[in-house]
């Protein structure tokens, strides 16, 4: 062949491979984000008629999998024809995906899924839902909580699961062979923690490899401590008082660091792990967790028999409260494809779709119309707190300073012999400082 | 005319390469100034030092540049050294030499987010390869949680550094040392000079830019370390592996762009301030060949 050919056909292979690639990707294909899905958040395929459409949601895996989301996704398929595409992204990854997409000013998901944040709505631009028909059936102090998130007294998402409580999580069958009843006053819990470690059993389990355990317990307390200084949080977020200025935290402190002398908690606190936690747990190892309601999910599949419940931590007159977050939440970004997404709210809030999601993930329920009577061990115990009223709202979804890993790794220190007092200035600096990189009035 | 043939030849390369790169970083440097953070609703200003104010009070920075320090101390040292000793006596002629040349540099080629999660899994205190290798050679007392004790994290991700780039530093110091003349090793031997005298007198001048070279790399490619540390620890246990790399991605990830910037320029003049001394001191050492 001639050298003219040669670098004709040379030229018309090169071609032939661009075009090729161009067309490997489809419409949906914008880069490749992290999620097992393999494509980044696409847009509707919805044209404003009647059409089926198809929405995206970002999740995170472990709230994928929770019972019920799934099975929804595909009523609402069968019921509508339209198709929510579900992109779980691993959950160590999840903040930094999602961040990512969100400074880089990338495409984003038209449903996020997300804990009900007061920065959120700004982050995902989310569409405003404050007049949705659906609204005026949430419980008026779970709305009154949502709606306080925003300047305005507006509503960004919706709440697509019940709520959650936060407390400490223990082993019943433990508790009983011992003949310990539930501990109310810290004197109490004590003695029943001694009882359990002469048993040859861990009292507390706390999994700091995996971070979030380690805040479970701060936030188990803050309840207690809300009860005796109801302004805390309001002056934390003023900055008008540090966190080691609130005698109440100096006091929790101080009382995980004589515990960790005492013995109270595992030998091998900087490595456990949170399935660890349970695996020891159902096996009797560990009489106590603190954890949230998201546990149960876990304990229901991997341990069934395990017969557990949950009780609030103690406090010095033994008036203790529990710790009730917001509702997961679902935002819809605002685009070209919110109007579909908050069709997809509307089916999701009807009293009949939540009956059924509630027979698959029985929460504590947040609409006034809903009716959940399977609900999972935790949520009967957190019921009988929420009727009496000894319940306060989630403290992280209230302090204005955004909660990060690092700050688990602050925490942690208590529990793997870091002073109390040093810890406490160590947590002032980090929240400090986030809060004036946040740019938050006062810091 | 023709003396500027070189400069349009570079033109192309350099104009995307200032563009897109120097611009960027630019950029970056001035982004430094500001304290815009993505997530907040007051629009950015100017701040001038502010940020390294703020950076310059936080322990956790303190924190991230020791381990830092001695992350790049720990991995520059015996990259170097390994390299060396290795290179020597890839040299030689033997049986099967080829293939362990290319052996040592495979690891180089794999990703580094690859061969963090591999050892993520052999340095696992249950059942990791690591541990039952130290049991089956009656060493099972020295078994440890390598990534997840604040004793051993530090060393344990060091040592993945090492392990990966020792061949890169390798194939550095063997191209050095095929510049070594034999005649001059003869006539050392000639001279009565043992193979320590040899090597020190002879061969190492001949190889001490190549080794330069290596050290210079290790300095810059140590203060600049994150994903094997993002691929294993993620700073942690607590902050006991938190480097500077680490840091700059918490903080862009949390939306604080300026703060992150500042974070970027100080490991910028960080690495500027170590290695150009260190390459000046270096080369004063080289000899005249």
Not at chain 1, 163 to 177: A, L, M
Request: glycine share 8%; with cysteine.
């Amino acid at each position: 062949m001639r050298p003219a050919g040669k670098k004709l056909l040379l030229l018309a292979l090169l071609t032939a491979m661009a075009c090729g690639f161009a067309a490997c990707g489809s419409k949906d294909d914008a880069g490749g984000a992290a999620s097992p899905s393999g494509s980044a958040a696409s847009g509707a395929t919805a044209d404003g008629g009647n059409k089926p459409f198809t929405l995206t949601m970002g999740i995170s895996t472990s709230n994928a999998n929770k019972p019920g989301l799934k099975e929804m996704v595909q009523l609402y398929h069968e019921q509508t024809g339209n198709t929510i595409e579900i992109q779980a992204i691993d959950d160590k990854q999840w903040d930094n995906v999602l961040n990512a997409r969100v400074a880089s000013g990338g495409e984003l998901w038209d449903i996020i899924w997300d804990k009900y944040r007061w920065e959120n709505q700004i982050k995902f631009k989310a569409a405003e839902l404050t007049n949705e028909p659906w609204v005026s059936r949430i419980n008026d102090s779970v709305l009154a909580t949502l709606k306080g998130y925003s300047p305005e007294g507006k509503l960004w998402a919706v709440p697509y699961a019940g709520s959650q409580t936060i407390g400490i999580v223990y082993n019943k069958k433990v508790f009983s062979d011992l003949g310990i009843s539930i501990p109310k006053t810290i004197a109490e819990f004590e003695a029943a923690a001694d009882k359990i470690k002469a048993a040859g059993i861990t009292p507390i389990y706390i999994a700091a490899k995996d971070g979030f355990p380690v805040v479970q317990v701060l936030s188990s307390f803050i309840p207690n401590m809300e009860k005796t200084n109801p302004t805390m949080i309001d002056d934390l977020n003023a900055n008008k008082k540090k966190w080691s200025e609130i005698p109440e935290f100096m006091d929790w402190l101080k009382l995980m660091q004589s515990w960790r002398e005492k013995g109270y908690f595992n030998k091998d606190v900087a490595t456990g792990t949170y399935e660890n936690s349970q695996k020891l747990l159902a096996e009797g190892k560990v009489a106590m967790l603190f954890q949230g309601e998201w546990i149960v999910a876990d304990l229901k599949n991997k341990y069934p028999d395990l017969d557990y419940g949950l009780m609030a931590p103690p406090s010095k007159d033994g008036d203790n409260y529990i710790d009730q977050d917001n509702p997961d939440a679902m935002y819809a970004v605002d685009g070209p494809n919110a109007e579909h997404a908050k069709e997809f709210f509307r089916w999701w809030t009807s009293k009949e779709t939540l009956d059924k999601y509630g027979q698959l993930n029985p929460l504590l329920p947040v609409f006034k119309d809903q009716e959940i009577d399977n609900l999972n061990p935790m949520a009967k115990d957190a019921q009988v707190y929420a009727k009496a009223g000894k319940t306060k709202g989630h403290w992280n979804n209230r302090y204005l300073v955004t909660y990060t890993n690092d700050m688990n790794n602050v925490l942690a220190g208590i529990f793997l012999g870091t002073p109390a007092e040093k810890v406490a200035q160590m947590w002032d600096d980090f929240c400090i400082s986030q809060g004036k990189q946040q740019k938050l009035p006062n810091f | 005319m023709k003396k500027y043939y070189p400069f349009y030849f570079v033109v192309p390369a350099l104009v995307p390469y200032i563009g897109i790169y120097i611009a960027a970083v630019l950029f970056g440097f001035g982004l430094a100034l500001t304290d815009w953070n993505v997530y907040s609703m007051s629009p950015s200003q100017f701040v001038g030092l502010g940020n390294f104010k703020m950076l310059f009070q936080n322990w956790q920075f303190g924190l991230a540049l020791r381990h830092t320090a001695i992350f790049t101390l720990v991995t520059a040292v015996l990259k170097t050294v390994f390299a060396l000793l290795l290179a020597l006596m890839l040299n030689a002629k033997f049986p099967g030499r080829n293939f362990f040349r290319a052996a040592f540099f495979v690891p180089c080629v794999v990703s580094t987010l690859v061969v963090g999660y591999i050892f993520n899994f052999l340095y696992q205190a249950d059942g990791g390869l690591v541990n039952q290798a130290l049991t089956w050679i009656g060493l099972g007392s020295l078994a440890q949680d390598w990534l997840g004790d604040p004793r051993f994290a530090l060393f344990s991700v060091s040592m993945i550094d090492v392990w990966q780039w020792t061949g890169f530093s390798i194939v550095i110091i063997l191209a050095g040392l095929q510049s070594v003349p034999k005649e001059l090793i003869e006539a050392a031997k000639i001279d009565g000079a043992g193979a320590f005298r040899t090597f020190q007198n002879v061969t190492f001048q001949f190889v001490r830019p190549s080794v330069n070279i290596c050290i210079i790399l290790s300095l810059i490619g140590g203060f600049k370390v994150f994903d094997v540390v993002m691929a294993t620890t993620q700073g942690g246990p607590g902050f006991d592996t938190e480097v500077l790399g680490t840091m700059i991605f918490k903080s862009t990830n949390g939306g604080s762009l300026g703060y992150s910037g500042a974070l970027a320029l100080v490991q910028f003049l960080i690495i500027t301030v170590i290695t150009l001394p260190t390459l000046t001191a270096l080369r004063q050492k080289e000899v005249e060949l």
